[in-house]
């Protein structure tokens, strides 16, 4: 299992008319969370896009607890828990840092394609010499 966390702190215009953070922002934080995530071993998304792939959404999933406000600092942590798989499942937590309290929990599938075809490829060898050593 591979995990990084990352800190954002909300900014105004993240925020509904109800001074909650918006609801679609949420899968915002997710990509932050997961681009975080690869950038930490040194994989950054740009370099998988380099090597001619790229990883589409197929699934979504989303549960609110709690809502973040303007100016909170949450932290967003993601974990890949299944290395060898044609999907990439991403799971996450979004917490506020300063009371550790869980505002939002969810997970997102993708799958890897080629570049120019746009068809459905394995995990590229550059993905998995990358995440394998944290899977042993």
């Known amino acids: 299992m591979i995990s990084h ?3 954002i702190r909300v900014r105004y215009a993240d925020t509904d ?3 909650f ?3 679609g922002k949420y899968l915002e934080y997710f990509e932050v969370g997961r681009t975080e995530l690869l950038r930490s071993l040194n994989l950054p998304y740009s370099e998988v896009e380099k ?3 790229q990883l589409p959404l197929l ?3 989303l549960k609110f607890i709690s809502a973040a406000v303007y100016d909170d600092i949450i932290i967003v942590t993601a974990k890949v828990t299944v290395l060898y798989s044609p999907k990439v499942l ?3 937590t979004i917490k506020r840092k300063e009371t550790e309290e869980l505002i939002a929990e969810g997970s997102t599938t993708h799958i890897f394609i ?3 075809t746009k068809k459905a490829v394995r995990p590229p060898k ?3 010499d990358t995440l394998a050593p944290f899977f042993k």
């Open 51 to 53: 090597s001619g792939y």
């Open 114 to 116: 080629n570049s120019q």
């Open 126 to 128: 550059i993905y998995i």
């Open 59 to 61: 699934e979504a999933n």
């Open 90 to 92: 991403i799971n996450y």
């Open 17 to 19: 008319k109800m001074q």
């Open 21 to 23: 953070v918006y609801n």
């Open 5 to 7: 966390s990352t800190e």
